[in-house]
């Protein structure tokens, strides 16, 4: 590998763990954050809420202007609006000022997110897509399990700002790396951005790859909603070790990224894609049945990997077909599918539990379990109309290519 590729996928790979790690290390510093504010816990989640509706809001628009004024330089542009948000945490005076940095670092994110999987085609063939796809996604829940943890020992030892200071740096190095190595920018596209926006979903291909990446994510985010509810009333967990149960989902998202990579490459996105859902629905129909903590994850690990492989796959497929032209475009609708999924996955499926649990802190652990079981066998209906898109999209793919 030429060192120019090497300092590329660092950059991208570095954009894309701070992104994720922007979500997750906020979390821990809820608690003081309040104390320090001397505001209620409903006040405080909107330094959480402001990071993630701002990614939401405006990754597809991101996505689009790197298409049309580089991608190179967008995102240069969105690490440096990252660590001026990092930098707007860290002083600031009043709980306003704070959410209000934290849209300025969302935006920043969004911006990076975007940029990152859009070019992967700039920066490696085809051939070696499904591993980046990997690696990247290795990096995203890298940093989603390390916010908790590093988060932990940040505010331990220097308090709540050191939680936003420790981007900064971090955003520096990743610029001057995507300065040093990412491709320059080829000349500016002429025409309508509204029309590029149409063009990429008038692709049936495309819809079908969107629609299965919101669907699954919604699956992934019941683990984080459900969840805890079963380990904690259900299985009677202290705090602590649920903490460490719920750690093992992104832990095992990390290891299996790249493997889910190399083998998209050596067998195919779409046979993968399929592959990584079957995995998915055998998960979901175990953990519907699930009846203590040792099936609970090994339901979870099987679940996850599973994920790994239709996330490198999915992502592959739909980004190894799209003209160069519209990377930027597609990576943030890919991005907002994912989004919208796991807003889904948070309403929807907590929405069942809660119905299948209605007082909650009152539930025997029987009727707990009862809850996390309706929503896993819901989630696995879910699983099951991806499958079909995907299979329907390999066939109608088949008997384009026979045509031709």
């Known amino acids: 590998m030429h060192t120019s590729t090497r300092g590329s996928l660092i950059a991208l790979s570095l954009s894309m763990l701070l992104a994720a790690l922007g979500t997750s290390i906020a979390n821990v510093g809820l608690p003081t954050l309040a104390q320090a504010f001397g505001a209620s816990f409903h006040a405080v989640q909107w330094v959480v809420l402001a990071y993630l509706l701002t990614i939401t809001a405006v990754i597809v628009s991101a996505g689009r202007l790197g298409d049309y004024l580089g991608r190179r330089r967008l995102l240069l542009a969105g690490l440096l609006l990252f660590a001026l948000g990092c930098a707007g945490c860290a002083v600031s005076p009043s709980l306003p000022w704070l959410v209000g940095a934290r849209v300025l670092q969302g935006l920043g994110a969004a911006i990076m997110m975007a940029m990152t999987l859009a070019m992967v085609g700039d920066t490696v063939n085809k051939q070696s897509t499904g591993r980046v796809m990997g690696l990247l996604g290795t990096m995203s829940a890298l940093g989603t399990a390390m916010g908790p943890s590093v988060g932990g020992v940040l505010l331990s030892l220097w308090g709540w700002q050191a939680l936003f200071l420790i981007g900064m740096p971090l955003a520096g190095l990743a610029a001057a790396l995507a300065w040093r190595y990412l491709p320059v920018d080829a000349n500016r ?78 067998l195919g996105s779409q ?98 379990a009862a809850g996390l079981h309706i929503s896993f066998a819901m989630a696995a209906g879910m699983i099951l109309l991806a499958s079909v898109i995907a299979w329907n999209r390999a066939r109608t793919r088949y008997h384009s290519e026979q045509k031709n």
């Open 189 to 266: 596209r002429s025409g309508s951005p509204r029309d590029a926006f149409w063009t990429p979903l008038s692709d049936a291909g495309l819809r079908a790859g969107l629609i299965m990446s919101a669907l699954v994510s919604a699956v992934i985010m019941a683990t984080f909603v459900v969840g805890p509810f079963y380990l904690s009333r259900g299985l009677g967990l202290e705090p602590a070790w649920m903490g460490l149960v719920m750690a093992v989902g992104p832990g095992v998202a990390a290891i299996t990224g790249l493997p889910a990579g190399y083998l998209t490459d050596r």
């Open 271 to 368: 046979r993968l894609t399929r592959v990584g859902l079957g995995v998915m629905l055998c998960a979901a129909l175990w953990l519907s049945q699930v009846t203590g903590l040792a099936t609970y994850l090994a339901a979870l690990i099987v679940l996850t990997a599973g994920y790994s492989l239709f996330q490198a796959a999915n992502n592959t497929a739909v980004m190894s077909d799209v003209p160069a032209a519209r990377r930027g475009t597609v990576s943030g609708l890919l991005n907002l599918s994912r989004n919208l999924g796991l807003i889904f996955g948070t309403s929807a499926l907590g929405a069942v539990f809660a119905r299948s649990s209605p007082d909650i802190t009152h539930a025997a652990p029987h009727a707990v």
